[in-house]
């Protein structure tokens, strides 16, 4: 009686309900578009805040000014345009120069500063035994000097020599303690075949958000517009942008035209499918609207206390999608029963009582399966999957809710013109696909068995691990064409290292000490997944010892003759009196060290001390998971012998600890997903035969999804590895309402024939929500597309062709399988 009231309420009461429906989808509209407003693509966002990582990350926005920069490259076509280059990097420079402070620390374009400072000071940064060797010598010199000027010497020169200085020594030491300096042309940032010229501007915070980002990278694009790029001099000038700065940019704005495209696709694609599906335009607001006002309603929902969920990351941006292409399944069969009433020549109203009635438990328990697909996603502490979880286990009851709501008023407000004309139940590709598989089950089972023998020795075939180990393949595709992974390695290459070092923060002097011994010995070891290019440390630029180094230097510039100037070449010359000038030989103090140099070191409270930068070497060793695991747990284990309170921060840590996460989480979730949908399976039917007919079609579905996989070579990541229970849960679905409209009819040919097609749009509309990820530049969000695709059409063809084949070979005598009982209370789809 409660629902005949209900059903009462809806069709009387049609306006009303519609409009209270548009009030709170208007509502829940408005947070939605905050929602997506709020896209954040950075690699933080898919990991739970306990992470490591993420810990240390959110120390170092506490403790480091600043350590993000965004680089101008400018590909000069040929050298002989690297001058004009230079000269337009040097006008941006300027402009730069007057840029707020709160939001860019500084900017060059060469190492001049930084050359002047080391040449300057180079008697104040050697150990003062060296130093004091060096002045030794030179003593030495000296008196033999002396000794031949006065004629006190009894051998000539031939005989006695002139006692050798250790210069190219000491050199070499330097030089294989800290490396040879890279060669820049005039000290400018130029590659060394004059091809490549870049601008390097450092982001005042490391704290910057996106915002800021987005604000610098705009406000550089508008200055290289406004000095009229590329110059007329050298028209054959391109410019690119590199960098976490440029990375974090182009990632958001692409996955903001992504999903731009990705939802046109979706509309379009999906409005048409229904169209010529049902042969009626009206069809299409019928189930758009509530499968819409119920993705608005989900975003609405997640938004509140205690999820909170106000903002998107790159798993969750399409989530919109395919919450449409998943939420319009229950409509299309709802809608799809309707139809066959009224081509019987059912008034509206009983009409839809009767496709209510039939479809509720069915559709119910399809949506619950997929819901619970995703719940299981919940078990993860991974952002990436616990949020997709939770938004789309939330969508796919909204979107039911919102169905069986909204569909009888809208179908009302239409009365005779939705599907006013008598006709058949079924269209003629669903009559025909109905005799084909019920009058030939087996061929076709046949065919399916053979595609599940080859799908399985493919799965236990597949050599090597089924997770993706090299994250550059999950950039976007564009950003290798023109974007930072085009312009990056170029930068990189110019300078000769990366910008963004990995950190370890300590609370000492002492144990920064302690951190940077232990990473130069893992370095020498080749440990840390052999990625250790460098290690700075403040006692490189401020060594403790400068002071006696000092010392000796000031008795150095007493021994120093005219004649033993009067030697040198004129540079060797100019670089003595430089180390030996008043300037070389004054006190050092951190307030002289060109800030470049001390980046990363200099923390928010003026320590210089209590950090060690560790610059990873460039090539694509830093783009493999086994490398950067190794490189994140050795660093780990030296900030910890180094101290209890070290933690290290870095884009290599963050990466390796998504890997971790997958790898602990990803076989939870897919696991909980099977569980949760077999259990869905065994409770959506009083009957043993139907369960475990639904369960063998789940499992045939899946095992042809990662047989594909397998043999297709197609590897798991953070993104598509939620394909995997999204398709234990649309398996359920469709076999679910296939084995409904059979156990309530005990017909297999209006189980195939009429429910079948509405399946078959059913998956057509989530197979474009799928493949609208396809479309997309971002690579891992397209791989999550084919995995998802494939898993679609396979559940789809085990539900439709296998499934009833199965059913009817069975019913034929070739075995003991009951026929459901018509009269059951259960109704089905």
Known sequence: MKAERLMDFLFGRARLVLLVAGVLAAVCGVRAVLTYANLRSDLEELLPRSAPSVQALDQARRRLPGLRHLGVVVDTGRPENADAALRFLSDLEARVAHYPKQLVAGARTGVAAERHFVETRALALMEPSDVAKLREAVEARHRWEVAHATGMSLLDESEDPAPPLPLKELEAKYRARHGAPPNFPHDRFVSEDGRTAVLVIQASSHATSFSDDEALLTRVERDVHDLGFPTADAPGLKLGFAGDVATRVEEARGLAVDLGVSGAIVMVLVLGAIAWFFRSLLAVPVLIVPVVFGALYTFGVVALPPLSIRHLN?????????????????????????????????????????????????????????AAS??????????????????????????????????????????????????????????GLARLVLGHPRPVLGVALALFVVATFGIFKRNGSWLETNFSRLRRADSFEHGERYWGPRMDATLHTYLTPAVIMTDSSAAASRAAAAVRELARAGRAGDLIATVRTADDVLPPYREQSLEEARKLARSVTPAMLDALSPDDRARVERVLSPEALAPLEAAEVPATLLAGLRDTQGHVDRNVLVFPKIGNGTWDATKMAEFAADLREAARSAGEHSLVVGGLLLSSDIISAMRRDGPIATAAAMVAVLLVALLAFRHVGLSLAAIGSLVVGITLMLGFAAWT?????????????????????????????????????????????????????????????????????????????????????????????????????????????????????
């Open 314 to 370: 790159s798993n969750t941006a399409f989530l919109s999608s395919i919450i449409v292409g998943n939420g319009l399944n229950s409509g299309v069969i709802l809608l799809a029963r309707y139809r066959e009433e009224r081509r019987r020549g059912a008034a509206p109203a009983p009409g839809m009582r009767i496709a209510l009635v039939e479809t509720f438990r069915a559709t119910f328990g399809a949506s619950a399966a997929a």
């Open 374 to 431: 995703y719940a299981t996603l919940l078990l993860t502490d991974f952002r990436g999957f616990n949020q997709f979880g939770w938004i789309g286990a939330i969508g796919m009851l909204l979107c039911w809710t919102a169905t069986y709501v909204l569909v009888p008023p809208l179908a009302m407000l239409f009365g005779t013109r939705l599907f006013g004309r008598p006709g058949p139940a079924s269209t003629h590709e669903t009559r």
């Open 713 to 829: 070579g197609q590897r798991l990541n953070f993104s598509n590895l939620i394909a995997l229970p999204i398709t234990f849960g649309v398996a359920a679905d469709y076999s679910i309402n296939v084995l409904k409209r059979y156990q309530a009819h005990g017909e297999l040919e209006q189980a195939v024939g009429k429910t079948g097609g509405a399946v078959a749009l059913c998956s057509a509309t989530t197979v474009i929500g799928f493949a609208s990820l396809i479309v997309a530049q971002n690579r891992a969000l397209r791989s999550f597309g084919e995995l998802a695709i494939s898993g679609e059409l396979a559940c789809l063809s085990t539900a439709v062709l296998a499934l009833p084949a199965y059913l009817a070979w069975r019913a034929s005598g070739h075995g003991t399988f009951a026929k459901p009982d018509v009269h059951s209370q259960e109704s089905g789809a």
